[in-house]
Nanobody, 126 residues
Framework: QVQLVESGGGLVQAGGSLRLSCAAS????????MGWFRQAPGKEREFVAA????????HYGDSVKGRFTISRDNAKNTVYLQMNSLKPEDTAVYSC???????????????????WGQGTQVTVSS
C-alpha cells in the first residue's frame, strides 16, 4: 500500500513557475514508477509526466515538454514536478500516481497506475 500526498499548488500568473511535490508513505517508494496527471473541469485526465524507479527515464506529455521537469528523491520518498513558463491552459488539478514496476519501466496511461493522491489545484491567471 502506498499513500500519496501532493502539495505546492496555488495561484500563479502566466509565465510564472511552481514546484509540486508528492510525498509517499511506506518503504517501497523506490520500487514504484511515478507519474503526474492533470484534469481540468469538463476535460479528461491528461498525462503530464512520468519517471522510472531510479529517475533515469522520464517522459512528458506534448503540451508540457520543454516547460515541465519531473524528478524524484528516493531517500525522501518524494517526486517533484517543476513547472515553468506556465500558461492559463495549465490550470487543472494535478495528481500524482504510483505503481510497483520493473527497474526500466515507465507508465503513461492513468489506468496503468494503482495508487493516487488527492490532487492539488494549480491556477494560472492571464
Amino acid at each position: 500500500q502506498v499513500q500519496l500526498v501532493e502539495s505546492g499548488g496555488g495561484l500563479v500568473q502566466a509565465g510564472g513557475s511552481l514546484r509540486l511535490s508528492c510525498a509517499a508513505s511506506g518503504r517501497t517508494f523506490g520500487s514504484n514508477v511515478m507519474g503526474w496527471f492533470r484534469q481540468a473541469p469538463g476535460k479528461e485526465r491528461e498525462f503530464v509526466a512520468a519517471i522510472s524507479r531510479s529517475g533515469g527515464i522520464t517522459h512528458y506529455g506534448d503540451s508540457v515538454k520543454g516547460r515541465f521537469t519531473i524528478s524524484r528523491d528516493n531517500a525522501k520518498n518524494t517526486v517533484y514536478l517543476q513547472m515553468n513558463s506556465l500558461k492559463p491552459e495549465d490550470t487543472a488539478v494535478y495528481s500524482c500516481a504510483a505503481r510497483g514496476m520493473g527497474l526500466f519501466s515507465i507508465l503513461l496511461e492513468p489506468m496503468e497506475y494503482i495508487y493516487w493522491g488527492q490532487g492539488t489545484q494549480v491556477t494560472v491567471s492571464s
